[in-house]
C-alpha cells in the first residue's frame, strides 16, 4: 500500500469514527430511508455441499419469489473477498521462455474495515463479559488481515474510533457496560414481553392472551373477575409494546447511524453485530428493518451476526420463574419460552441474510465466531429485482432465492417492505 494512500485512509478513518463517548446515536442521524419501488437488491450467498462458496453464477441460474410469484431478476453483480496476498499468475508462454521475465507487480489489497457493533441495549452483564473476552482474543488476527478495527455500542457510549492501536481497542472494550434501557423489571407484575405483547395486541393471539392471564394470576396473586384480569393484561401489554418498540427504533437508528459511517470507506467493509438477539415483529419495525437492509446493501456494507447467548436451551430452566404452574400451565409457558428463544435469533437472522452475511449461533466458542464473522464473504452475488407492479402499500413481502443447482445451499434475504410513497 502507497504511503500516500495510508495516509488517506488514515483521514477517513478518523473523519467517520471519531470517538463519540457521551452522546448515543439518535433518529435524526439516520437519512430517510425509501425503498424505490422498481426495485429491490437481494444478496444471496451460495455454497455447495462441502460448504465452499460456489462461483460462476449468472442471473439464469437464479429464481425469486415474490409472494411465491416469479419476479424478473434486472442484474447481477458478482463480490470476490481477495486474498491477503495476491500476485498476477505467469501464462504458459511465459512459462515456456528461457529469459527470465520481471514479476508481476502484487494486486494492492484493498483495507478491510471491521466494527465490532456490541447491542448493550440487550446484552446482559454475564454476556457482554464473554463477549468482550471473546473479542479480545482476536483483535489481533483481525488486525493482522490488512484491517482497520473500531468497537461501538448500540447506546453510542463505547466508540473507538477506527484504529490498528490494539491498546486503545482493549481500553473500549474494557468500558463496554449494558444499558438495559427498556426492559421490563422483576418488580412488573404482570410481566409481559415483547413479543407477547405484539401477539396480544396486533395479532389478537387468544392463546397468548390466555397464558398471559394465567401468568398474572398466579404471580401477581391477582383474583378477579376475568374481565378484569384480562383489561389489565391488555393494559400492561400496549405498555410493554410501546417500549419494545422505541427499543428497536432506537437499535435500528443507532445500526443505521455506524453503516452511515462506514458506506463513506474504501476497501471491505463489516458490521459485526453482537447481540443476545431481538425480533422485529411489529409492522412499524418490519419498515425500520427493511429501509436498514436496503441502506446496508446500497453502502456495500456485510453484516455479520453473532448469538452472544452462546448455547441456549429452548427448554425452561431453574432461572426461569415457573411458580405455581402446573400441568397444562406449566406446558403453555415452556411453549411461550421456546417461541422466545427462537424469535430472538430471528432478527439477527434476517441482519445477516438480508446483507450477504453470516449468523453463528448456538456455539459457546465466541472468540471462533467472531473470527469467521470478520471476514466478507467469499463470493456474494447481488440481485437487481425488479418489482415493477408492487403497490407500494406498506405490506412486507417475503422473498424465496432459489438456485437452479443440485445439492447448493442458498442464504438470501428474506423479504421487503414496499413502503407507502
Request: glycine share 6%; charged share 20%.
Amino acid at each position: 500500500m502507497s504511503c500516500a494512500r495510508g495516509i488517506l485512509i488514515l483521514v477517513l478513518a478518523c473523519v467517520f469514527f471519531q470517538p463519540s463517548l457521551s452522546q448515543a446515536p439518535n433518529d435524526s442521524s439516520i437519512p430517510t430511508l425509501k425503498i424505490e419501488t422498481r426495485h429491490v437488491l437481494v444478496p444471496v450467498i451460495v455454497t455447495g455441499k462441502d460448504g465452499k462458496a460456489v462461483d460462476g453464477l449468472k442471473a439464469e441460474d437464479f429464481e425469486v419469489l415474490d409472494e411465491r410469484k416469479p419476479r424478473p431478476i434486472l442484474n447481477v453483480n458478482v463480490e470476490r473477498r481477495l486474498a491477503l496476498t495476491q500476485t498476477a499468475q505467469p501464462s504458459a508462454t511465459q512459462l515456456s521462455q528461457p529469459a527470465p521475465q520481471a514479476p508481476t507487480p502484487a494486486q494492492p489489497i484493498p483495507p478491510r474495515f471491521t466494527v465490532f457493533y456490541f447491542d448493550d441495549l440487550h446484552l446482559d452483564q454475564t454476556q457482554m463479559h464473554l463477549a468482550r473476552k471473546a473479542a479480545s482474543a482476536v483483535l489481533s488476527s483481525v488486525l493482522e488481515q490488512n484491517g482497520y478495527v473500531a468497537i461501538v455500542s448500540a447506546t453510542g457510549a463505547i466508540n473507538s474510533g477506527l484504529t490498528r492501536k490494539t491498546g486503545e481497542l482493549e481500553r473500549a472494550l474494557e468500558s463496554l457496560q449494558p444499558h438495559l434501557m427498556n426492559r421490563s423489571t422483576d418488580t412488573n407484575c404482570p410481566r409481559i414481553e415483547y413479543d407477547t405483547a405484539n401477539r396480544i395486541i396486533n395479532q389478537f393471539d387468544v392463546s397468548a392472551l390466555e397464558i398471559a392471564m394465567h401468568a398474572a394470576a398466579l404471580e401477581c396473586h391477582i383474583d378477579m373477575p376475568d374481565s378484569t384480569l384480562e383489561n389489565i393484561v391488555r393494559t400492561v401489554a400496549r405498555q410493554a409494546l410501546i417500549s419494545g418498540n422505541q427499543d428497536m427504533h432506537q437499535t435500528y437508528a443507532s445500526l443505521g447511524a455506524y453503516v452511515r459511517k462506514m458506506a463513506k470507506l474504501p476497501g471491505r467493509r463489516v458490521l459485526l453485530v453482537v447481540s443476545p438477539g431481538f425480533n422485529p415483529t411489529d409492522p412499524t419495525i418490519r419498515s425500520d428493518e427493511s429501509a436498514f437492509l436496503d441502506y446496508a446493501i446500497q453502502s456495500d456494507v456485510v453484516v455479520n451476526a453473532l448469538d452472544a447467548r452462546g448455547v441456549y436451551t429452548n427448554s425452561l430452566t431453574a432461572s426461569d420463574d415457573t411458580h405455581g404452574a402446573t400441568g397444562q400451565a406449566f406446558v403453555e409457558l415452556e411453549s411461550e419460552h421456546r417461541n422466545k428463544s427462537a424469535l430472538a435469533a430471528s432478527g439477527l437472522g434476517d441482519l445477516a441474510s438480508g446483507t450477504g452475511g453470516v449468523l453463528f449461533q448456538n456455539s459457546n466458542d465466541l472468540a471462533a465466531g467472531m473470527r469467521e464473522l470478520s471476514q466478507p464473504p467469499e463470493i456474494l452475488y447481488q440481485l437487481d429485482v425488479s418489482l415493477n407492479g408492487v403497490q407500494p402499500d406498506g405490506a412486507y413481502h417475503h422473498l424465496k432465492i432459489k438456485v437452479k443447482r443440485p445439492d447448493v445451499h442458498v442464504r438470501a434475504r428474506d423479504g421487503y417492505v414496499a413502503v407507502k410513497m
